[in-house]
Nanobody, 123 residues
Framework: QVQLVESGGGLVQAGGSLRLSCAAS????????MAWFRQAPGKEREFVAG???????YYTDSVKGRFTISRDNTKNTVYLQMNSLKPEDTADYYC?????????????????WGQGTQVTVSS
């Protein structure tokens, strides 16, 4: 069983930055893909970014150039650096882990989930 704990959410003004962290209870060497999803009020959960290695990252179009996903295998932690935040980035952000090969954008492909951290961007 893999437990994921997110942190780093909060309230920030438009144009600001936040860094989210996701700490795993096991070595993430054993996990093929890790990803961040988000869910805004009244909307479905959507894929934000995923990573297998530093050379294998994928982003949804709306965050390209603004968000960066990274992983530190020595700390069993995945990060999401969010810059140039917009009010439409406001959502609960969830960390997910998958033992399957490849970075999937569908939430059903992920085996483990954190409880989420709230990000609010004010205009």
């Amino acid at each position: 069983q893999v437990q994921l704990v997110e942190s780093g959410g909060g309230l920030v003004q438009a144009g600001g930055s936040l860094r989210l962290s996701c700490a795993a209870s096991v070595s993430i060497f054993s996990i093929n893909a890790m990803a961040w999803f988000r869910q805004a009020p009244g909307k479905e959960r959507e894929f934000v970014a995923g990573i297998r290695s530093s050379a294998n990252r994928y982003y949804t179009d709306s965050v390209k150039g603004r968000f960066t996903i990274s992983r530190d295998n020595t700390k069993n932690t995945v990060y999401l650096q969010m810059n140039s935040l917009k009010p439409e980035d406001t959502a609960d952000y969830y960390c997910a882990a998958s033992r399957k090969l490849g970075i999937a954008t569908e939430s059903t492909a992920y085996d483990y989930w954190g409880q989420g951290t709230q990000v609010t961007v004010s205009s």
